[in-house]
């Protein structure tokens, strides 16, 4: 059972820079494709953004390409998301999701593993 912990959310100003952190309990961290989540007041939860096992591939949601850079330290365990230029329709709860094996996908359903989310609030 992978255990995922989210960390650096928070309230910004429009045009700030945020970076989440997702750390995972499990020793074979890099064998996972990992992704981010968000989910805002009203609105069904959305792909942000995803890295394969090696960091070598990653995918982003189009509203969201050139403002935020998805990476991870497999030697921590950790998967980051670097958020500049943050915008109002930024806000949401952001959840790390964790998928054994395989390549980097949309789809949620494929996610078995899931942290309780944090909350970014970015004011206009």
């Known amino acids: 059972q992978v255990q995922l912990a989210e960390s650096g959310g928070g309230l910004v100003q429009t045009g700030d820079s945020l970076r989440l952190s997702c750390a995972a309990s499990?020793?074979?961290?890099?064998?996972?494709?990992m992704a981010w989540f968000r989910q805002a007041i009203g609105k069904e939860r959305e792909f942000v953004s995803g890295i394969n096992q090696s960091g070598g591939d990653t995918y982003y949601l189009d509203s969201v390409k050139g403002r935020f850079t998805i990476s991870r330290d497999n030697a921590k365990n950790t998967v980051y998301l670097q958020m500049n230029s943050l915008k109002p329709e930024d806000t949401a709860v952001y959840y790390c999701?964790?998928?054994?094996?395989?390549?980097?996908?949309?789809?949620?359903?494929?996610?078995?593993?899931w942290g309780h989310g944090i909350q970014v609030t970015v004011a206009s």
């Open positions: 999701a964790a998928r054994p094996m395989g390549g980097i996908l949309v789809n949620e359903g494929v996610y078995p593993y």
């Open positions: 499990e020793r074979t961290f890099s064998t996972y494709s």
